[in-house]
C-alpha cells in the first residue's frame, strides 16, 4: 500500500460530503459506520476521514497524518523524531476511527496536530467501535475520529 497523508475533517453533512467525495475520487467510501466515512481512492495518495461535525468545528480539517505500511515504520519514525527534539504522544495499540491501530502525535507551533500511524486492523463488531481518548485531550477538543 505504502504511506499516504491522512487528513480527517469535520463535516456539517455527511451525507453530502460522502456524494461530493464519491463522484471527486471516483468511487464508494471504503469504510461507512454511524457517523463517519472513508475513502482510499486509488489515483490518489490520501486516506481522506470525514467525521459528522462537532458544535463549531464543521467544515475544518480536524487533523492531518501520515499512514505508513508497518507497525515497524512507526517506531523508526518516533525514534527519529524524539531524537529531533519534537514532542510526542505515544498510542500503540489504540482502538480509533473503527480500528486498532499504533501511532505517535506531534503538534505544530500553530496547534495543528500530525499523527504518524499503522492500521493494525479494522474493528468491526459494534462493541468495539472507537472510544474516544480516555483522559487525553488533542489540541483542538477532538477525541480520535468519532463524532
Given amino acids: 500500500m505504502g504511506s499516504k497523508v491522512h487528513v480527517h475533517m469535520q463535516v456539517s453533512d455527511l451525507t453530502k ?23 482510499l481512492p486509488d489515483w490518489a495518495s490520501v486516506n481522506l476521514g470525514l467525521s459528522q461535525g462537532r ?19 512507526v517506531m523508526v519514525q518516533l525514534q527519529r523524531v524524539k531524537a529531533a527534539g519534537v514532542a510526542v504522544r505515544e498510542e500503540m ?3 480509533c476511527c473503527h480500528a486498532n491501530q499504533d501511532k505517535f502525535w506531534v503538534q505544530d507551533p500553530d496547534g495543528v496536530e500530525w499523527e504518524v500511524y499503522h ?10 467501535l472507537s472510544q474516544p481518548f480516555e483522559g487525553l485531550q488533542l489540541a ?8
Fill in 93 to 95: 495499540g489504540v482502538n
Fill in 17 to 39: 460530503s460522502r456524494e461530493f467525495y464519491e463522484r471527486f475520487f471516483g468511487g464508494a467510501p471504503v469504510k461507512m459506520k454511524p457517523g463517519y466515512v472513508k475513502f
Fill in 119 to 128: 492500521l493494525n486492523y479494522d474493528l468491526e463488531d459494534e462493541g468495539g
Fill in 55 to 73: 458544535a463549531g468545528g464543521e467544515g475544518t480539517v480536524d487533523h492531518m497524518g501520515i499512514q505508513v505500511d508497518a507497525p515497524e515504520t
Fill in 140 to 147: 483542538k477538543g477532538s477525541a480520535c475520529c468519532t463524532s
